[in-house]
């Protein structure tokens, strides 16, 4: 998602800071923007100090590891960005009296025992599992940015994004839908944990990447979901990218991992009535999109492979 905003600010002649310290970020999905006069990146992990000369209007903290493999490869390192990465950035907003968005998640609501979810509900997370260092890591975080707003003066946004997809998602991100696609377009079975009837509802990062703008540009101090609430389970979203990558691949089964949410479903009408949004990318056309990039990408892995070989 960050290299999409960038993107997008730098279409729109704006002045770009990208901080990252690579953790999970390619900079192969940046090096694009490295000849654009208006941007400049400075590889940093916001869990120490962030000090940025000149001007900053606003910041956008999308930083940690989302995906559940690499969020729990480092949990106390997860807990920290979430928790003193959202302090330090906090913090520049204040001093540089910028507004500031966090990247929340619908995992603060945990295995959700309500369908839809609305921001109203407090959600349902066990502290103390495997999952806990990021769902508990971005409740902290809402919470440091309700202060920061409510009596540091700081104009914060706080967006509760739901499954996100697109082009510039690493191949061994870990995710549904990039595990599917890969496993799909190298003919592997696709991996489904549990008996597939799990759902969850997936965004195209173009339409995400509008609903944050939005939100940043809005007055609302609230949290507010993010994403796209078509509805569909792991069995469905398998068949459908095996059949968009006409694979020859099947379908295994693996045991469901601890406090995998059973369902995920955003109620966006809070989006809808504050922000005037609303996805527009259909699953279909937003896979077709994203299986392309990855066939490209993967063709390119092997050349490069390739190449050093010789």
């Given amino acids: 998602m960050g290299s999409h905003l960038c993107q997008r600010f730098l279409n729109e002649g704006h002045q770009v800071i990208c901080l990252d310290n690579l953790q999970t970020g390619s900079i192969r999905n940046i090096t694009p923007f490295f000849d654009a006069s208006g941007f400049r990146f400075i590889e940093h992990d916001i869990c120490e100090p962030v000090s940025v000369a000149g001007r900053i209007d606003e910041i956008y903290n999308m930083a940690c590891a989302a995906s559940p493999g690499r969020y729990q490869a480092d949990p106390i390192h997860t807990s920290r960005t979430c928790f003193q990465g959202a302090l330090n950035l906090l913090e520049l907003a204040k001093d540089k009296g910028a507004r500031i968005l966090l990247s929340s998640t619908s995992e603060i609501y945990g295995d959700p025992e309500v369908s839809l979810q609305s921001e109203e509900y407090r959600g349902s997370v066990n502290t103390c599992g495997p999952r806990a260092c990021y769902d508990e890591g971005k409740r902290?975080?809402?919470?440091?940015?309700?202060?920061?707003?409510?009596?540091?003066?700081?104009?914060?946004?706080?967006?509760?994004?739901?499954?996100?997809?697109?082009?510039?998602?690493?191949?061994?991100?870990?995710?549904?839908?990039?595990?599917?696609?890969?496993?799909?377009?190298?003919?592997?079975?696709?991996?489904?944990?549990?008996?597939?009837?799990?759902?969850?509802?997936?965004?195209?990062?173009?339409?995400?990447?509008?609903?944050?703008?939005?939100?940043?540009?809005?007055?609302?101090?609230?949290?507010?979901?993010?994403?796209?609430?078509?509805?569909?389970?792991?069995?469905?979203?398998?068949?459908?990218?095996a059949k968009m990558t006409r694979t020859r691949a099947g379908i295994v089964h693996k045991p469901l991992p601890q406090d995998d949410p059973r369902q995920r479903r955003p109620d966006i009408s809070k989006a809808a009535d504050v922000l005037g949004w609303a996805p527009e990318v259909a699953l279909e056309q937003g896979l077709e999109t994203t299986i392309d990039w990855y066939r490209e990408r993967l063709s390119a892995d092997r050349e490069a492979v390739a190449q050093v070989g010789q």
């Fill in 140 to 241: 902290i975080a809402e919470t440091l940015f309700w202060e920061f707003g409510a009596h540091q003066g700081v104009e914060t946004r706080i967006a509760r994004i739901f499954n996100t997809y697109g082009p510039n998602m690493d191949p061994e991100d870990g995710r549904v839908v990039s595990n599917f696609i890969v496993q799909a377009l190298q003919d592997q079975d696709l991996t489904i944990y549990g008996t597939g009837e799990q759902t969850r509802s997936f965004c195209f990062v173009s339409d995400l990447v509008d609903g944050l703008v939005r939100l940043m540009a809005s007055d609302e101090k609230m949290p507010v979901n993010l994403g796209n609430p078509g509805e569909f389970t792991m069995l469905e979203l398998a068949r459908k990218v």
